[in-house]
């Protein structure tokens, strides 16, 4: 028996370096890197590289030998070939002004076909769906293209022409779930058929010159031009899935590709944003009804099943996925023309609200501003000359945060020339372990906002007192005020301090295991902490104190737990070992960022306070200055 | 050639006006029926003849303008349409004068303004000189008649310098007419009433006096009007060629037969493409359009038929999806909240990092903006969009299991301290009294007292309970080891002390048994059996000195180099010391009742640390630097070997049951072995941060105790099950750290009192700790 020679069976063999596929496919650089993007095909990472490469150490790229012998039996592969024979010939043609010939030539040209790589990356639909992150974000961004040298004006616009068939779906299913305005784009998700799709829609105008070191763009267009096949197919799909023509038919004058619209680019926007504003041709009559009637009966049966916490879990979902469906329903939006159109024409038509704009400007406007059943007019700008008392002028930041919310928000913090309130981002996990910021938290838990504005006011009633304090007849308001404070937080802790000085053993604990998990609940209880320790501060001052009781040294205890948890820390398995260690870093990082956090907010939220208070005394001072003038003019 | 074309146009422009006056003399009765329609064209304009020979004079005008070239023939024609044979000649007129138009649109080109106006000046003169006289009544062109001088078209200041200013037909100098000063030509200004009419000839330095017309021509020209006054611009348009159809036939001939009669060849190339459409070989422009159309774009079909359903197809290779991108966080927001701005620190910090971005704690800086419309577009959007697509299709894949785990996941289980009391938490008490670095320390049996030695060359024995020092031994060298009897029936420390091993009494306790001890080692027994010379230069048993037996020293064994550790067997009548330095005799065993050494290994297996008795089997342990090996001492054999897989052993101690070695090593572990079950550590710890320096079991608790350089004692739970096939359990307790470092020294001692769970240190800060 012949002895196998090294190499020969095993990794080495299952792998093939990135030179050798070349030579084996005869295809070159350019023409393998094409066929990689529209195959699908892409480098592997072997478990041993050293065996993986025959013992060579450097780093390669590998693709694994049966994805080479795959491309082997590829059509395409022919006509890649066959572009490098008409390349030749009517080079040729043309240098030797054979025009006749170049022109039947030019007439041939070797055309891909791309519909088999669809099928055969992405086997069911749902697979097309889960991969549509990649696609969609880069045809939203191609299809605000210009037409440049390597990329032709026809894909720029073939990839406008099925965003756009893409985002009527989207309105028309009321598939869309959250929006986000970020500073890179606009984030949408939406829900398809139970996969999450996200997507960007850069901020207008996205296009610049870049050098060939920074963005090459053949490379993205070899991508778009598979993903626009993708994406067409996908639609088709999701169409016919809804009962809708495919392709969509737009009214006449809406997305002309004339020769106009490519050269004005302006009108090239508006067209694509009024094509989104009418309603969609449908093979059959199905009233929105009855989609809603789905909906209740999924919950009944949703309600029979058990009250597992996945079920709730489930139920609280479709309710608030119904909610959010009729979120806007009835309501009438007019955008101001310095208002970014596009995402907003997508939220308010997904959510059943209509949508308007100024028919003088922009090209798809189905009313006027002076129409007195618009609800709300979204601006953006500090004040409007003209206003109508009866809507809303709010700024586009409520539309979004509505739709992260499911609910309508007041629009009170959104009126034209306020100062928002922070967006923020629908995409965090509530329940993760980093700094969550006080906005966020209020939204999970509405309570918390009264009990800031409540302690806030309480501070200030403080600072007020204390600053009057020369006043006699304001010592003795101090004095009734504290009593009542002291008597109000008898009422609400009497119980509970007995109870915390018996076993403030355990919780001292408790709190200690709370902060080192970083949970929610630690801020709350530091909170009340705070609170209590403020009173208890003030009824120190106040009362005399009868006996004391034997205090436990916190710190020291704190120290022995802290000790006991290292010295079991210790214990972890040799081979453990470096991975626990990196994994305490990484809490330790983690837990850094969010001390970090804490602190900048805490500073800024002190220095607002301060210039608030400063404020304060400044008027007052002004108002007494202005007394005292008053009592000598009287004199 | 500009100049002549434009000496060209001036005659035409000139001419039509002289045949009018040539036509009015003449008064020709065929001319003047031929040029009256053109003057007023209401009169007939139905009559045939009439347009027929209006075309005539019109093309006769453009053959004047052949004449340029053709000489005396313009002249011969224009006598031929004089004499008027119209009809034959219609038709080749017609033709020359559809020749000819381009050629004469072609003249009319533009040409620079200035430069025309000296031309036309130049022809004006030349055409003014004989008024009266026609041209064509010359036998020269007027180009070739005007041109007197031969030198050409070329700059004339050529010729500034001489006195003539050319050459005539007869190759004579045409001599410049004499120039006057600027005086005479005052004079000629003042008396000469046609002075400003008078201009001069640049070719030949004539002067020549311009005639009224002239000078009414040059100011149309200037004042840029058509030059002939009489040409009407808005003349009514005559229909020449009318859109009717005329019924009667224009020629006189009749078509020939062949044009009403269908071509054959044409039919039959007619009925060839008829039959080729018909059977798709050929397609009509329209249809070559419309397939094209139809062919550009992609065409999209129902690909899949249901979500889920799968084709089977060949694809690639146990395909890797590629991970999604992560979704934004708050600090992306175009209004995130306050905190999640950079300050000045890190945005330098970021700033800082350009070189290795991925070092940077977020790929961007945080941006607030005031309003919507205040956002501009994201300028590293393409460039990221790009580095996605090289990623999809470059970045090598691989499926890797990514451990999402909690770290306190990876902690053992183990049972809390809480629950394996009793155990030291506390230190109770410190005995000081030592002057340096205490290396020793032994607790008596029964645990009332305690003994220590230390570098200031002292031996102290303490009253546990109150901590006060009862005796100090002077001894002559540094003492490295204490040792207290275990056999609580006598009243023996063994002190090693330099090279001397001492055996003292320590006169505490029991009288009876300090008595007993006294008897016992007073008298030398009687030695039968001959050492041999191994042992005799190794070892030398005496009495004390009275001097000595006076601090309580009873028996002195003087040994031929340094002794590191003195250890007694469970029973007390023997004991071992090690003497790294020995070589091969490094290790010795002494029996007391015998007064008898004897040195168990013939070879030096290496650097000897410890030795240590096993508490039942007649067992002897020996640890080197690297290895432990375990000695039958009755049957003088290597049971078993242990590994430590350690660089350097410090101490070791082992479970009262002799199933479980604990052994401390210089590389800040310490190593469990279970002697039934391998030679191999069951558990490697490493609790302590630096080296340990010692470890010890307690004799009744399931407790041991190590000691570090770290200053710590750290007291763990070590339980030996009976049950076989239990594996011991080891849960580090409590960490005690109250001793104080000095010189790179914690603790250097650690023991435990023999029936309390309490547990000795001594330090290298002269002090002994107890802890409870």
Known sequence: MRRPKKYESGEATQYISRRAALRKLQLSLNDFRRLCILKGVYPREPKHRRRAQKGSSEIKVLYHSKDIRFLLHEPIVWTLRDYKIFAKKTGRDRAIKDFRNLKRRLALFPEIKLDHIVKERYPTFIDALKDLDDCLTLMFLFSTFPSLHLIPREQSNLCRRLTIEFLHYIIASKSLRKVFISIKGYYFQAEIKGQKVNWIVPHYYPFKPQSRQEVDFKVMSIFVEFFTIMLGFTNFRLFHGLNMAYPPQFPSNMLQDSEDTFKDESSFVSDRIAALNFELLRTDKVQEDEEDIDIDIDMDLLEQDGDSKRIIKMKQEAQETARLRTLFKGLKFYINREVPREPLVIIIRSFGGKVSWDSSVFAGATFDENDETITHQIVDRPSVSTQYISRDYIQPQWLFDCVNQRQLLPTNKYFMGESLPPHLSPFVDAKRDTYIPPEEKALHDPSLIETHAQSDDESEDEAAAEEDDVDQEALDAQLQLAYQQETAEYKKYGDADGVNEDEEDTDEYLEEEQSEEGSEEEEEEEEVDEKTKRLQAEKEKMSVQSGKVHKVNKRQLHKAEVDEHRLQARMVKPRHRDLFRKLIREKQSKEKEQWLLKKKRRNIEADAKEAKKQAKRDARKAAAAAAQAAAQLTK | ?772
């Open chain 2, 1 to 772: 050639m500009a100049k002549k074309a434009a000496i060209k146009r001036k005659v035409k422009e000139i001419q039509p006006k002289k045949e009018q006056e040539i036509a009015a003399e003449e008064s020709d009765s065929e001319n003047e029926d031929l040029l009256q329609p053109i003057k007023d064209p209401g009169e007939d304009t139905t009559d045939d003849e009439g347009i027929d020979q209006e075309y005539q004079s019109d093309s006769s005008e453009e053959l004047e303008f052949e004449s340029d070239d053709e000489g005396n023939y313009l002249g011969k024609k224009n006598k031929e349409e004089q004499s008027g044979d119209d009809s034959e000649s219609v038709e080749e007129d017609s033709e020359s004068s559809e020749d000819e138009k381009p050629a004469s649109v072609k003249d009319d080109g533009p040409s620079s303004s200035n430069k025309t106006i000296t031309k036309t000046l130049q022809a004006i003169a030349e055409s003014v000189r004989d008024p009266s006289k026609p041209e064509y009544e010359d036998s020269d062109t007027s180009d070739e008649e005007d041109i007197r001088n031969t030198v050409g078209n070329i700059p004339m200041h050529w010729y500034d310098e001489y006195k003539h200013i050319g050459y005539d037909w007869d190759a004579k100098k045409i001599v410049k007419p004499p120039k006057g000063d600027q005086i005479d030509d005052f004079l000629r200004k003042i008396e000469d009433p046609n002075f400003w009419r008078t201009v001069k000839d640049p070719q030949t330095g004539q002067e020549v006096l311009l005639t009224d017309e002239d000078i009414a021509l040059i100011k149309r020209i200037n004042s840029a009007r058509i030059p002939n006054p009489e040409h009407n611009e808005y003349e009514p348009w005559i229909d020449w060629f009318t859109s009717e159809v005329e019924k009667m036939p224009i020629k006189n001939v009749p078509d020939h037969k062949r044009s009403f009669l269908p071509s054959v060849s044409e039919k039959k190339k007619v009925s060839r493409m008829v039959h080729a459409l018909k059977m798709g070989w050929m397609k009509t422009s329209e249809e070559v359009e419309r397939e094209k159309q139809a062919k550009r774009g992609p065409k999209f079909y129902m690909l899949w038929e249901t979500d889920t359903s799968r084709e089977h197809m060949r694809r690639i290779h146990d395909p890797v999806s590629a991970p999604k991108r992560d979704l934004p966080g708050h600090a992306e927001s175009y209004n995130p909240p306050p905190e999640y701005l950079f300050d000045a620190k890190e945005t330098k910090e970021w700033l800082k990092l350009k070189d290795e971005p991925h070092k940077r704690k977020l790929h961007f800086m945080p941006q607030k903006f005031k309003s919507l419309r205040e956002v501009p577009a994201y300028s590293r959007y393409l460039r990221e969009r790009f580095l996605r697509c090289l990623d999809l299709y470059l970045c090598p894949r691989a499926k890797r299991v990514k451990l999402n785990i909690d770290a306190e996941y990876l902690i053992p289980k183990l049972p809390s301290p809480r629950d394996l009391q009793p155990f030291p938490t506390v230190e109770s008490m410190v005995y000081r009294g030592h002057t340096d670095l205490v290396r020793s320390v032994s607790v008596e049996p029964k645990g009332e007292y305690m003994v220590s030695g230390s570098d200031d060359k002292t031996v102290k024995i303490w009253e546990i309970s109150t901590g006060r020092c009862i005796r100090t031994i002077d001894t002559e060298d540094v003492v490295r080891c204490v040792a207290w009897c275990p056999n609580s029936k006598l009243s023996i420390i063994a002190v090693a002390t330099g090279s001397r091993l001492l055996l003292i009494n320590p006169k505490v306790g029991d009288k009876l048994i300090i008595k007993k001890t006294d008897d016992l080692l007073a008298e030398s027994p009687n030695l039968d059996v001959i050492d041999n010379e191994r042992i005799k230069t190794a070892v030398q048993w005496a009495n004390a000195d009275t001097q000595e037996q006076e601090k309580g020293v009873r028996v002195v064994i003087t040994h031929f180099k340094p002794i590191r550790q003195v250890t007694w067997h469970g029973r007390g009548d023997y004991l071992a010391t090690v003497m790294p330095e020995g070589a091969n005799r490094s290790a010795l065993i002494h029996q007391l009742s015998k007064r008898r050494s004897q040195i168990p290994f013939s070879k030096s297996k290496g650097l000897v640390q410890c030795v240590l008795f096993h508490p039942v089997k007649p067992c002897f342990f020996v640890a080197t630097q690297h290895n432990i090996r375990i000695y039958d001492l009755v049957k003088q054999e290597l049971i078993k070997k242990l590994l430590t897989n350690s660089k350097w052993i410090s101490g070791m101690s082992i479970h009262p049951k002799g199933d479980n070695l604990l052994v401390s090593t210089y590389d800040k572990k310490m190593l469990w072995f279970d002697l039934d079950l391998s030679t191999k550590p069951y558990q490697t710890m490493r609790l302590h941060r630096n080296a340990v320096r010692s470890v010890a079991f307690h004799l009744r608790y399931p407790l041991f105790a190590s000691g570090s350089d770290d200053q710590a004692v750290i007291v763990s739970h070590g339980m030996v099950y009976n049950d076989l096939l239990q594996n011991p359990l080891i849960v580090p307790l409590k960490k005690l750290q109250t001793h104080e470092k000095r010189d790179e020294f914690g603790v250097l001692d650690v023991n435990w009192h023999p029936v309390q769970p309490w547990v000795f240190s001594t330090g290298a800060d002269c002090t002994i700790r107890l802890y409870t």
